[in-house]
């Protein structure tokens, strides 16, 4: 019996980069490397914002193309704990995830130096990273 591709089997792998129009592979251009090895839900994910991202504020493009190529430099490892951490966040209740976000603005207002020493100290603590 012949092996066909049903239309049911490619959908459940994802949109190739090749099917993206011009506009997806331009928005969506850092991922290029990695895009085939996305699961269908972030590929659909990604597919999504693609359609938001032209009436998005250019602040927040700029944003998003810079995580973009921030997610594609990580290794798996680093991923593995992004996607962990960001499970978490999601868990948090309303005011503490709130909470978390005020730090992490304040930390980032900080000098460079400030910030580097308490990298430092974290670091010879051995507590985990953000």
């Known amino acids: 019996m012949p092996t066909t591709t049903r239309p049911a089997d490619a959908q459940a792998r ?3 980069w090749s099917k993206l ?3 997806q592979k331009s928005i969506l ?4 490397p ?3 090895k996305l699961d269908p839900e972030r590929r659909k994910r990604w597919i999504g914002l693609a359609a938001r991202y032209p009436s998005l504020p250019p602040d927040r493009q700029q944003r998003i193309q810079q995580r973009m190529h921030e997610w594609v430099s990580l290794t798996p490892e680093q991923r593995a704990q992004a996607i962990e951490r ?15 976000h005020q730090r992490w603005r304040e930390y980032q207002e ?5 910030r580097q020493k308490l990298r430092e100290g974290r ?6 990273g953000k």
Do not use: I, N, V
């Open 14 to 16: 994802g949109t190739a």
């Open 21 to 23: 129009t011009p506009e």
């Open 29 to 32: 251009a850092p991922l290029q």
């Open 34 to 36: 990695e895009w085939d």
């Open 86 to 100: 960001y499970k978490r966040m999601k868990q948090l209740p309303p005011e503490k995830h709130d909470q978390l």
């Open 110 to 114: 900080l000098p460079e130096e400030q």
């Open 123 to 128: 670091e010879a603590t051995g507590s985990p």
